[in-house]
């Protein structure tokens, strides 16, 4: 069973569109975490989520937003695609101390 | 901010040698994790090992082994016996007690050949 998965793997769209990259985790965890990686491999936190609480990463611009429908889930919506935006999205999800994360295998997103 | 410093963009090593990747970090918190994470060409993340602060002996995992030392902020990976499946990138990374959210601070990467 695959721990944390994300839909679609791969994702082409043309600026300004709306699209959304779901994630799901088997694990029972309690927090989930949506992560960008740019083109120089540079991994950056976006959101971190709770059942509680949402943590915003300042630089994030509004376009994009994680939605949670239950505990196991964390679905990311961006709206108005742009160029800039076009990275590798990876989903991770961790429970209490450590708090060790694990990823999903991340979605490559290309705006055209 | 805490931030996460990989001083090697890229390191090769031949295939049953050794080979140890830097990280240091800045911090002002004195409870935190460290850890190494590896993304093979398959970009799947995969956790290699992992630090806690608080405890002195350095974490062992098989042929990973990391050498921290809290006062010099530093947190390095040496890989022994360095096997074809060890080339990746290899990311150092920080999550701080105090921090809001959990979230993990990422240094730039480490790109591991291994020749055969």
């Known amino acids: 069973d695959t721990a944390v998965s994300q839909t679609p793997k791969y994702l082409v769209t043309q600026m300004g569109n709306d699209k959304s990259i779901k994630c799901e985790q088997n694990?029972?965890?309690?927090?989930m975490y949506w992560y960008k990686q740019d083109s120089k491999k540079f991994l950056k936190i976006m959101f971190s989520?709770?059942?509680?609480?949402?943590?915003i990463n300042e630089t994030v611009p509004n376009r994009f937003s994680p939605k949670s429908p239950d505990k196991a889930h964390l679905n990311l919506h961006i709206n108005s695609l742009e160029l800039g935006d076009s990275a590798v999205y990876f989903c991770?999800?961790?429970?209490?101390?450590?708090?060790?994360?694990?990823f999903g295998p991340g979605t490559r997103l290309t705006v055209l | 901010a805490q931030t996460v410093t990989q001083s090697q963009p890229e390191m090769s090593v031949q295939e049953a040698e050794t080979v140890t990747l830097s990280c240091t970090y800045d911090?002002?918190?004195?409870?935190?994790?460290l850890f190494w994470y590896k993304q093979p060409p398959s970009r799947q993340m995969i956790l290699v090992i992992r630090?806690?602060?608080?405890?002195?002996q350095n974490a062992t995992e098989n042929r990973f082994s990391v050498n921290f030392q809290k006062a010099a902020k530093s947190f390095s990976l040496k890989i022994s016996d360095s096997q074809l499946g060890d080339a990746a990138m290899y990311f150092c990374a920080y999550r701080g007690l105090n921090n809001a959210g959990n979230m993990l601070t990422f240094g730039g990467g480490t790109r591991l050949m291994v020749k055969p």
């Open positions: 991770a999800s961790s429970q209490g101390l450590p708090d060790t994360q694990y």
């Open positions: 630090q806690e602060a608080y405890k002195q």
């Open positions: 989520y709770n059942n509680k609480e949402l943590i």
């Open positions: 911090t002002s918190e004195s409870d935190y994790y």
């Open positions: 694990l029972g965890h309690d927090t």
